[in-house]
């Protein structure tokens, strides 16, 4: 069976001969930060894993977790999960870097966090601001059904402690790679998911990445369009039920 899949895979494509002549216009470059200037900011503690787990415990302890005790994580916790997952790491001739690599270096992925229960911050949406290291609060209260609803009911997004999910700005990319872009975003937010996995592992927490979503669901809860910006996968973390 063939379909839009399958007819995206061979149109972008790249062959000998038959390469994109695209010029790229750098005035009309995209901002490769999303700031809310209006929210209210949260500033996240500086946070050094309390022992250190080799990669090699780490990838052959990482597993899908999808039962949670009902405990809380800390904002050092979810500070350390944000930034190992995608926050800056190093600035080279003024250009700054990340945890996790993205095609050209134009990080489509923004990441929201629905927190259910982190100690000493408030129940709601927060988005990452990935410039600052802080979480600009979007929303306030509960919102475990929500989150639960737009995962098809899948019950691990209420129980976790909190919902990480993954939207893509796909102008940021496509200025640079037309449609082939889409290829590398969904890569990009795979390498963050992966990071964000490794690291609740060396803490000693369980996540479980998730793509069973409705789109737009997801969407309307984070208060993106689905069309310049939409949710692109999601995870959880918590502490495992042992
Ligand atoms: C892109 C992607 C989407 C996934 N979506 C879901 C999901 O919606 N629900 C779920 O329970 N697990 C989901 N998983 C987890 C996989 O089921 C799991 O990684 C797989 O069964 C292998 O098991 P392991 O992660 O424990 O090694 C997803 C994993 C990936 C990489």
């Given at each position: 069976m063939k379909g839009t899949g399958d007819r995206?895979?061979?149109e972008t494509k790249y062959e000998p001969g038959r390469m994109p002549g695209h010029q790229l216009i750098w005035e009309t470059k995209p901002d490769l930060y999303k700031e809310y200037p209006e929210a209210l900011k949260v500033e996240l503690p500086s946070f050094e894993p309390s022992r250190t787990m080799s990669l090699d415990q780490a990838l052959k302890q990482r597993k899908s977790v999808r039962e949670f005790q009902p405990k809380s994580i800390s904002k050092g916790q979810l500070s350390y999960l944000l930034w190992a997952s995608t926050g800056i790491q190093r600035v080279e001739e003024g250009y700054a870097f990340r945890t996790a690599p993205s095609a050209g270096a134009l990080y489509p992925i923004e990441t929201y966090v629905v927190a259910n229960n982190v100690r000493t911050l408030e129940a709601g949406l927060y988005h990452y601001s990935i410039r600052t290291h802080q979480l600009e609060q979007l929303q306030s209260g509960d919102l475990r059904r929500q989150i639960a609803a737009a995962a098809l009911g899948q019950g691990m997004c209420a129980?976790?402690?909190a919902v990480f999910v993954w939207s893509a700005v796909f102008e940021r990319c496509k200025w640079k790679y037309g449609q082939r872009a889409y290829r590398y975003i969904y890569l990009d937010?795979?390498?963050i998911?992966?990071?964000?996995a490794l690291a609740a592992v060396s803490l000693n927490l369980g996540s479980c990445a998730i793509g069973a979503l409705y789109d737009g669901q997801a969407n309307t809860i984070v208060g993106?369009?689905?069309v310049e910006e939409s949710v692109v996968c999601m995870a959880v973390v918590g502490v495992p039920l042992l």
């Open positions: 995206f895979q061979h129980t976790a402690s937010a795979g390498h998911a992966e990071n964000l993106v369009d689905g």
